[in-house]
Nanobody, 123 residues
C-alpha cells in the first residue's frame, strides 16, 4: 500500500511563511511527478505547483515568486515552501504523486493523493 502523509500546515498571519512536506510510504521504486493542489471552501481543487523527477517545475500564476516546490527522490518526499502568504492562500492543501511504480502498486503506474492539510492565513 502506498500512502502520502502531509505535514506542516497551520495558522499564520499574512506575510508569514509555512513549509509543507509530503512523504510517500510503501515499497516504491519510482515516482514521476509530485505536486501540490489546494481547495478553498466552495471552490474547485486547483493546481498550486508540480515538480517532475528531473526537477523541472510548474507553478500557478497566483503563487509564482512566493512559493517554491522541491523534492528529495531518495526519500520520496516533496516540499512546498510558502512565503509572503496571503489570506487568499487559505485552503486545504493536497499532495499528489503520479507515475508511482513498485511492489506496492503491483508494478502498475498509479496516482495517489494525500489526506490534505489545512493552511489558514489571517489578515
Amino acid at each position: 500500500q502506498v500512502q502520502l502523509v502531509e505535514s506542516g500546515g497551520g495558522l499564520v498571519r499574512a506575510g508569514g511563511s509555512l513549509r509543507l512536506s509530503c512523504a510517500a510510504s510503501g515499497s516504491i521504486v519510482w515516482i514521476d511527478d509530485m505536486g501540490w493542489y489546494r481547495q478553498a471552501p466552495g471552490k474547485q481543487r486547483e493546481l498550486v505547483a508540480t515538480i517532475a523527477r528531473d526537477g523541472s517545475t510548474n507553478y500557478a500564476d497566483s503563487v509564482k515568486g512566493r512559493f517554491t516546490i522541491s523534492r528529495d527522490n531518495a526519500k520520496n518526499t516533496v516540499y512546498l515552501q510558502m512565503n509572503s502568504l496571503k489570506p487568499e492562500d487559505t485552503a486545504v492543501y493536497y499532495c499528489n504523486a503520479g507515475g508511482v511504480i513498485g511492489p506496492a502498486t503491483s508494478w502498475a503506474k498509479s496516482t495517489y493523493w494525500g489526506q490534505g492539510t489545512q493552511v489558514t492565513v489571517s489578515s
